[in-house]
């Protein structure tokens, strides 16, 4: 597949990987600021409707929680390294030679960004099967009708916010991992 994308592309001058690196850059840092704006932003409404509901003995879900809070904070790491790539990208347009990255520099960049969206991808993947699995079994825990009688059994709509949160941190970390292996696939 990597000799099929290799063939395709031709090898970048440093004028035409600057200026896809900076469309990309920008691409990536937009799609990834509204994705994990609204991960946080359910994060938000599923953290205080949990406070303000009865205690509940699901330990899974608070896990789940504190593992998109720590995808979320990778999420904002990505979103101003993708800021950062397009001052990258800006400094290799520029006419001034002596303001152009080396290529080492930007290869770091572009790693330093996958390895945060790989991280990341993973907690929010093992945070959303965790709060899915929590949601699943307390659904088959209880036989059907009974909850309405066991106010405690029922599965409340934080659950499945928390589980929307961290589907949409999966959305934002592959955008961001897709993005960086693309160029960095380019470049080298």
Do not use: C
Not at 13 to 41: C, E, N, P, Y
Not at 91 to 99: G, K, N, Y
């Amino acid at each position: 597949m990597s000799e099929l994308i290799q063939n395709s592309l031709p090898t970048p001058t440093k004028q035409r990987f600057a200026a896809t690196f900076r469309v990309v850059s920008r691409f990536s840092f937009w799609i990834q600021l509204a994705l994990a704006s609204t991960s946080g932003i359910i994060l938000i409404f599923a953290v205080f409707s949990r406070s303000l509901s009865a205690v509940t003995n699901n330990a899974a879900i608070g896990f789940s929680i504190f593992f998109a809070v720590i995808g979320v904070l990778l999420a904002a790491f990505r979103i101003f390294w993708a800021f950062r790539g397009r001052v990258l990208a800006r400094r290799l347009q520029s006419s001034d030679r002596t303001v152009h990255p080396r290529k080492e520099e930007v290869i770091q960049a572009l790693k330093i960004g996958l390895i945060a969206s790989f991280v990341g991808m993973l907690l929010a993947f093992i945070a959303s099967e965790v709060s899915a699995i929590a949601v699943l079994s307390q659904s088959l825990a209880v036989p059907q009708g009974i909850a309405v009688y066991q106010q405690g059994n029922v599965i409340r709509s934080f659950d499945i916010l928390v589980i929307l949160a961290n589907v949409n941190l999966i959305g934002t970390h592959l955008v961001g991992s897709l993005t960086s292996l693309g160029l960095l696939e380019w470049i080298d």
